[in-house]
């Protein structure tokens, strides 16, 4: 069984206010393998963030279905999003909590019993002891991803989604953060990630789903990407 698996999923912005309807995703098909490094490769306005948006419970669907980690999003809303974390494209979130309290939250909000919590454990790896107490924003943009990479895994789904991770991040800071990600899948995590860099798809990912025009079509690095696009 896949981790994700779409059918004729579809989306429509209604647009209204004047503004005209637009078909975000046309119906997609997908079956994102269990343990792959998946990248969903596409321009800007491909419907990449509406896909994720739809399997994180944000945005609602047209038509057509999908499943996370086999639990339909209709009929499980809550096994789906349970077995899923999310790290958003935005930095600004929690600017005003610590990193502790950011975690707390993120677990409370996912029903991670207090026994169950590894706050200071997740601080620890991610060198943040220190900054415990401190405010997210007084952070670096580095650490405020890998923060959010944190909260994202904190009720440790089986799937971490990633929308465009590396958007607007220098090379150091790529590097951490991917380190982080391939420690995650080593321990077994399915890792999707939205890019609109082919290098980086074809570097990172074991799977490439192509999208276009909301289709999308599934390819392995090693085929020759640039003649299939
Ligand atoms: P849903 O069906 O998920 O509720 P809607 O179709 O109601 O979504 O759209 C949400 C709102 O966002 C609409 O009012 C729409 O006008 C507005 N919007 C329009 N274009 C864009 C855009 N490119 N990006 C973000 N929001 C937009
Ligand atoms: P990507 O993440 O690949 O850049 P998006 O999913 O953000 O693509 O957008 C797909 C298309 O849907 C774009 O044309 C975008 O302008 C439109 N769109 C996104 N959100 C909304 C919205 N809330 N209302 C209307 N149109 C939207």
């Known amino acids: 069984e896949a981790a994700i698996s779409a059918r004729g999923l579809r989306k429509v912005y209604k647009g209204g206010k004047g503004q005209p309807e637009k078909v975000a995703l046309e119906g997609i098909d997908l079956d994102v393998p269990r343990g792959s490094v998946f990248g969903l490769l596409g321009p800007n306005g491909a419907g990449k963030s509406t896909f994720i948006n739809i399997l994180a419970g944000l945005v609602n669907k047209t038509s057509g279905t999908a499943s996370i980690w086999g639990f339909d999003i209709d009929q499980n809303p809550r096994q789906s999003r349970a077995s899923i974390g999310v790290v958003p494209q935005e930095l600004s979130t929690d600017v005003f909590f610590t990193p502790r309290e950011g975690l707390e939250i993120q677990a409370g909000l996912y029903g991670v019993p207090k026994s ?76 999707i990630l939205t890019t609109h860099y082919l290098e980086e798809a074809q570097e990172l990912c074991d799977t490439i789903g192509i999208i276009h025009k909301g289709n999308v079509r599934t390819v392995q690095p090693k085929d020759e990407l640039i003649k299939s696009l």
């Open 116 to 191: 169950k919590r590894r706050t200071m454990e997740i601080l620890r790896s991610l060198g943040l002891e220190d900054k415990a107490e401190a405010y997210v924003r007084t952070l670096s943009g580095g650490m405020k991803r890998r923060l959010l990479v944190a909260k994202a895994m904190v009720h440790d789904p089986p799937v971490l989604i990633l929308d465009e991770p590396t958007a607007g991040v220098d090379i150091e800071l790529r590097k951490q953060l991917w380190e982080q990600v391939m420690e995650l899948h080593e321990r077994g995590v399915t890792v």
